[in-house]
């Protein structure tokens, strides 16, 4: 099999292909590293379960025989980001290549020795030139894609402008699309929970690909009971993180991907203070070489700044205040994003509450969020539609096909 073929090529350059990413974007070598390895276990799993998930269904009608079968639609564009340069794509590859469809992937421009490694894997792996390609192109290429009628879907993680852009294009040809956009997630901190335990992993979440992530926790909110505690100890652990050279085991940060995400996020960072938050921690670029951002926390932030209005992609955190769970999950879903949700509580009530009101593709309890080749994976609102992974994300590219025998 192939694409179990496809695993163990993963596994074997693990460390020669996390060095790659880690040289293009910049993220710590061991969280690289730890990324190809999920790409191997996504291959893993389709080659587990595709066939199942794709069998024929029977369904009982008053027919002599119904059931539903699920084909292949051809040929599938992706257009994928830096910031999970092997994920990524490696979640769209290997369900789409199982599930019998043809993968093109265009890949973000300031990685293109990932895109090719990854053709190369596949390659090795035994796929062919008319299974899988990488297409070296700019953006500006991708509406001609679209355009062609060999290619007969898109799926796209990214930015909105980008994804409206790629949906638009498709929607004019009557091509389905799959998006997954940005994401302000909240990470609420409720009065029951573990509050060493909510610091250290919502640290993690904060910075985790030095901040570059759409499912980053961005959105602290705190009930005033414990809010003191939680910023002190929150504080103090983003002051602890090393910051430094991403190929250093020891480095907890590494810098941004490129020199223009430190300016945006800088710029974020201090309209928020000019508007009135209080900075705690950092707020400011780091050395003169590289594209490094201190671990940031802003506090008080008002409803119009951007680090509370905004997407922030890097290590900003900014922190909000709470009375009660109304109004914990009235912040959460004050957002035009809806990727995902991480709440913090052992009162089974508010569990409930929580997974029913925040607006959300996803809620974790007392866990950060992330992505799972096991589970659907997707948002809601601006964030976008359609689900990767799971069962859902191979039958987003099939043709669901009704047959009736009489």
């Known amino acids: 099999m192939r694409m179990s073929k496809a695993s163990e090529v993963l596994l074997a350059r693990r460390k020669d292909l996390g060095r790659t990413a880690t040289i293009e974007m910049g993220k710590p070598l061991a969280a690289a590293i730890a990324e190809v390895e999920k790409c191997a276990l996504a291959c893993r799993y389709y ?20 059931f539903i079968r699920y084909e292949p639609l051809g040929v599938e564009l992706a257009v994928m980001p830096w910031n999970f340069p092997f994920w990524q794509v490696f979640r769209f590859a290997a369900p789409a290549l199982m599930a019998g469809n043809v ?14 490694a990854i053709e ?17 192109i700019g953006s500006d290429k991708v509406p001609l894609l679209l355009a062609d009628e060999r290619v007969k879907a898109a799926t796209l993680t990214g930015s909105e402008p980008a994804g409206a852009s790629v949906a638009s294009a498709a929607a004019k040809r009557i091509k389905k699309s799959v998006l997954e956009l940005g994401g302000s997630d909240p990470f609420i901190v409720m009065p029951s929970a573990n509050v060493d335990k909510a610091v250290e992993i919502g640290v993690k979440a904060r910075v985790l690909n030095n901040g570059q992530s759409c499912i980053s926790a961005k959105r602290f909110i705190v009930h005033e009971a414990i809010a003191e505690e939680f910023e002190r100890k929150f504080v103090d652990a983003m002051n602890a993180l090393k910051i430094g050279d991403p190929l250093d085991e ?5 810098p941004l991907a490129t020199p223009q995400l430190v300016d945006d996020l800088d710029a974020q ?6 508007a009135g938050a209080t900075l705690l921690a950092g707020g400011k670029r780091i050395g003169e070489r590289g594209n490094f951002y201190a671990p940031t926390v802003l506090a008080n932030i008002p409803d119009d700044a951007p680090a509370a209005r905004e997407e922030t992609f890097g290590p900003v955190a900014s922190l909000f205040r709470v009375a009660s769970i109304e109004d914990a999950i009235e912040r959460a879903n004050a957002t035009t994003f809806g990727l995902g ?6 009162d089974r009530a508010e569990i409930e509450r929580f997974v029913d009101e925040i607006e959300s593709g996803q ?28 069962v859902h994300g191979i039958r987003e590219f099939v043709n669901i096909k009704t047959v009736w025998i009489e």
């Open 120 to 136: 190369e894997v596949l390659r090795d792996a035994g796929f062919d030139a008319d299974e899988f390609q990488s297409l070296l």
């Open 250 to 254: 020891s480095v907890d940060v590494g």
């Open 269 to 274: 960072v201090q309209k928020s203070i000019a």
């Open 103 to 116: 993968g093109l992937l265009k890949h973000a421009s300031n990685v293109p020795q990932c895109a090719l």
């Open 47 to 66: 080659v587990d379960h595709a066939e199942s998930f794709l069998a024929d269904e029977r369904v009982a009608t008053n027919a002599k025989e119904s």
């Open 341 to 346: 949700a991480s709440v913090w509580t052992n």
């Open 363 to 390: 809620v974790f309890v007392n866990a950060m969020v992330a992505s799972d080749p096991r589970m659907p994976f997707g948002g809601v609102k601006h964030s976008g539609y359609g689900r990767e992974l799971g």
